[in-house]
């Protein structure tokens, strides 16, 4: 299958003061048609940024410093903004984490929905008006009509994050990146924007890369996981396998590490000690090889990120010497 | 596990109730409310963790406040060790003070920036006369160490630390005035997965060594079955059931309790399509509740009686400390009951 969108070796930095902070470190991946692909990790680890690198969006304090971009072939980071313009909000679009920062509070909901809708589609104002209403109604939001005439403070969390996927839908995308889309949510909440975007995705036949720390989120939704830490991708699996023989310690202990409802009370948490490292920049070793129960000296010095079996790639060299060193153990 | 050592009541909430005015006002002047706790009874045994549910604008953290007297009540009373604390004198309340604090899930902004973690730590001990002036760098190494933290941190600002650390010092600061309630106010939302860990760890491992008792209050639902002896689940201001852990979580009655567990994701791709309860619509505003059982408009098994009747929150059967607020369910379960023995469906 050719995928739809490629990721190759990307490295950002951000900058500060003339000096250069790299925050993703030679990130690679590829996502295919009709995929949803989760990039899960802690908070720093960069998942955020290669998303906005992906869209262009980095802004002034981070600057993308190699690698390639391809979606559909195209390398989006060469594009020109006005090029990347028709690209970004139709073909690939975005949905945010803070609805309420990402929504113009001053406009209302028909207006940002139909502004997008004529110039990505060239429709004229009525018609604009009348896709819109059909497009708020895919998203479940009943009564779409008024929705248009409210402004965004009006609305609840879960209405607008349906009102940033209605916009993203809206120029039917081929890519939809979601930054942690039902985060700021309820559970309850959560659990329908989760059923709308399955839905879509089967409408559609859409690819989505979702980004969340919440490994219970991409049990729900993923079909492909990529695990990231501290700026590189250190594990990448299909879904199952991922969950039921993760080979990465990071991802082992990630896993053990999430009280689950149904868990044992009684059995003390699995916690990784330490916290993830601020600058690992010059780290020539495994990153996190400090917090890791199977570092060997050798850690230190060096890194490998290959194929473990046919379904997962793994970024530690004790994963080479078989299953019984890493997977064993758990 | 705890459940032989627990005796007596520590706290007891009667007919708790919190209005807030909402923005703006209705006509003639008559102000609308905001009715974020609206009637609550609850009691909080010694040495257990209650363990409190609910989604946002459920009035869990507002009730949480009222427990260690940090806001007045409308009208109820919360009951420590047998003395109102919710309408007593700011004098008297400030001595028993001491004995119930809180935890808060903001670490950064419970932390005064400007003050070294040793100031905001001598201070509050210095002012209760907890310790003596001589032996309070002894008293604050001590604390440090029992949370996890090198002493040499103490005269670093709180800017310094990584959120997990921050909590932990939040965790000294509730700590240094020796209290026998805590009241954690979502602790470790706002932490990553594995540092939440820690965290969990260190109260629970906290509780065993110092005796304490905790109300925990939470929406991870993982993060609260994990550390609570009891749990019970709120809804718009009200409490809708109350059981222990492995009971709610095996055999929840009510609608509500059922479709919040449902919506809690299981951090395994197998159960994605196991039968669950999916809400559809929105919480109501606290300020126009829906009328008779508040969760009626999106209650999947609403009958007439429910729009009509306000539900009393009751054992689900005689002598059972299961406390539910939905009469449908608590008939249905006591015919099944009747006719065949309870199902137990224990896995894990």
């Known amino acids: 299958m050719i995928p739809l969108l490629e990721v190759k070796k990307l490295e950002v930095a951000f900058i500060e003061d003339h000096k250069q902070t790299i925050c993703t470190d030679k990130v690679s991946f590829s996502v295919n048609p009709g995929e949803i692909l989760c990039i899960v990790g802690e908070s720093g680890c960069g998942k955020s940024v290669t998303a906005l690198s992906i869209m262009g969006l980095l802004g002034n304090t981070a600057k993308v410093i190699g690698g390639e971009v391809l979606f559909e072939g195209k390398d989006l980071l060469k594009m020109t903004e006005r090029e990347l313009d028709k690209i970004r909000g139709s073909e690939l679009t975005m949905v945010f984490q803070d609805v309420m920062n990402s929504l113009n509070p001053v406009f209302t909901i028909g207006n940002q929905l139909e502004e997008t809708i004529r110039i990505h589609l060239g429709y004229d104002k009525k ?174 010095n060096r890194q490998l990120y290959q194929k473990f079996d046919s379904k997962h790639k793994v970024r530690c060299h004790l994963a080479r010497t078989g299953k019984e060193t890493i997977s064993n153990v758990s | ?69 940090l806001e007045r009540p409308t009208s109820g009373r919360v009951l420590y060790k047998e003395q109102d604390i919710s309408n ?23 932390l005064n920036p400007r003050k070294q973690i040793y100031d905001i730590l001598a201070a509050p001990m210095l002012y209760h006369g907890i310790v003596k002036k001589e032996n309070i760098s002894h008293e604050i190494n001590r604390l440090l160490n029992l949370v996890g933290l090198p002493s040499s941190v103490r005269h670093r600002y709180p800017h310094e630390f990584s959120g997990g650390q921050r909590q932990r010092i939040g965790i000294a600061k509730a700590l240094s005035l020796k209290p026998k309630l805590i009241v954690c106010d979502e602790p470790v939302s706002a932490l990553d997965v594995s540092v939440q860990a820690q965290v969990l760890n260190l109260l629970r491992q906290l509780q065993e060594e110092l005796r304490l008792t905790y109300v925990f209050i939470g929406h991870g639902l993982g993060a609260v079955h994990y550390i609570s002896n009891r749990i019970a689940v709120m809804y718009l201001g009200k409490i809708v059931e109350v059981a222990d852990t492995e009971e709610l979580f095996n055999n929840p009655i009510h609608p509500y309790s059922k479709a919040l567990f449902d919506a809690s994701p299981l951090p395994d791709p197998k159960c994605r399509h196991r039968d669950r309860i999916v809400l559809s619509g929105e919480i109501p505003s606290a300020a126009a509740l829906p009328g008779g059982c508040r969760f009626h408009t999106r209650c999947p098994y609403a009958v007439d009686s429910c729009r009509e009747m306000e539900p009393k929150l009751e054992s689900i059967s005689a002598g059972s400390n299961h406390l539910s607020a939905c009469p449908v369910m608590s008939d249905n379960l006591r015919r099944r009951d009747f006719s065949n023995g309870r199902e137990e469906n224990k896995d894990n």
């Open chain 2, 1 to 69: 596990m705890f459940h032989k050592e627990i005796k007596e009541p520590l706290m007891r909430i009667e007919n708790l109730r919190k209005d807030y005015p909402a923005k703006g006002t209705g006509l003639i002047g008559h102000k609308n409310m905001i009715h974020s706790v609206d009637g609550i009874d609850l009691t909080i045994y010694e040495g257990e963790t209650l363990g409190i549910v609910g989604e946002s604008g459920c009035g869990k953290s507002t009730m949480g406040r009222q427990m260690v007297a």
């Open chain 2, 88 to 110: 007593m004198p700011a004098g008297q309340l400030q001595k028993i003070r001491t004995e119930f604090q809180m935890i808060f899930q903001d670490s950064t902004s419970s």
């Open chain 1, 127 to 300: 018609a604009a008006r009348e896709y819109a209403i059909e497009i708020l109604e895919k998203v479940g939001l009943p009564d779409s009509k008024a929705i248009l005439k409210k402004y965004p403070h009006m609305l609840s969390g879960g209405m607008r994050q349906r009102v940033m996927i209605a916009m993203a839908l809206a120029c039917h995308p081929k890519l939809i990146i979601a930054d942690e889309p039902t985060t700021a949510l309820d559970v309850t909440i959560q659990l329908q924007i989760m059923k709308l975007l399955l839905e879509l995705r089967r409408e559609f036949k859409l690819s989505i890369i979702l980004i969340t720390h919440d490994m219970g989120v991409v049990a729900e939704l993923a079909d492909r996981v990529i695990v990231m830490y501290a700026g590189q991708c250190v594990e990448e699996a299909d879904v199952n396998s991922l969950f039921e023989n993760p080979v990465h310690p990071y991802t082992q202990a990630l896993l053990q590490s999430v009280p689950s409802i149904y868990g044992n009370r009684n059995q003390k948490l699995a916690s990784i000690p330490g916290i993830v490292p601020e600058k690992y920049q010059n780290m020539k070793g495994c990153r996190f090889a400090k917090r890791c129960p199977y570092a060997s000296p050798e850690c230190a």
